[in-house]
């Protein structure tokens, strides 16, 4: 079946600083992703649209200029923290479209605690 | 804009028994995705079944069954034979079927199989 890799899966930095967080389709190509926020025993909430090649679109809420989305290849999305605050701690999720089927899997999430 | 509800933040079930829960949505669209995810204590998110709304069939995957009441806009999950390992947070789930995709999640319910 699909795969979706996420890295890290936990990471702690200090408040100020950024972190990169990188979402791979290891075995097929997604011209779309998708990167959730879940706090904790809450659902999914959608951040943005992450698209190959073009700018990610934002939902309405989300700082564009501390959630920078790169999606450079039809494999791969990162989503960088840029100075993170403890308010970004986090489970961060993403999710990628399989181009030619149209399913959405998901990768195993990353756990972002600012100190 | 869609919208998918929840109302039940948690069920319980006794081991072997059966237990549906309920999502009721909210849309303007004639043709859409429904889908059940399901979310363990790894937060890894598990596709479970999913329904396209043209199909009057209700959708089945061996214990898993949906109940799709289309003009009521109603989509229950039922599952039977309940296993310690169906324990986990439910999230149902729509998509339309035009533009970029995107999931929207319902508030979720926990889970729990009593042995």
């Known amino acids: 079946g699909a795969v979706v890799s996420q890295h890290p899966s936990w990471v702690i930095c200090k408040s100020g600083t950024s972190v990169k967080i990188e979402c791979r389709s290891l075995d097929f190509q997604a011209t779309t992703m998708f990167w959730y926020r879940q706090f904790p025993k809450q659902s999914l909430m959608l951040m943005a649209t992450s698209n190959e090649g073009s700018k990610a679109t934002y939902e309405q809420g989300v700082e564009k200029d501390k959630f920078l989305i790169n999606h450079a290849s039809l494999t791969l999305s990162t989503l960088t923290v840029t100075s993170a605050h403890p308010e970004d701690s986090s489970f961060y999720i993403c999710s990628a479209l399989q181009d030619y089927l149209g399913e959405q899997y998901f990768g195993p999430g990353t756990r972002l605690t600012v100190t | 804009a869609q919208t998918v509800t929840q109302s039940q933040p948690e069920m319980s079930v006794q081991e072997a028994e059966t237990v549906t829960l309920s999502c009721t949505y909210d849309?303007?669209?004639?043709?859409?995705?429904l889908f059940w995810y399901k979310q363990p204590p790894s937060r890894q998110m598990i596709l479970v079944i999913r329904q396209e709304a043209y199909k009057q069939q209700n959708a089945t995957e061996n214990r898993f069954s949906v109940n799709f009441q289309k003009a009521a806009k109603s989509f229950s999950l039922k599952i039977s034979d309940s296993q310690l390992g169906d324990a986990a947070m439910y999230f149902c789930a729509y998509r339309s079927i035009q533009g970029a995709q995107k999931l929207v999640f319902g508030q979720g319910t926990r889970l729990t199989i009593n042995p």
């Open positions: 849309t303007s669209e004639s043709d859409y995705y």
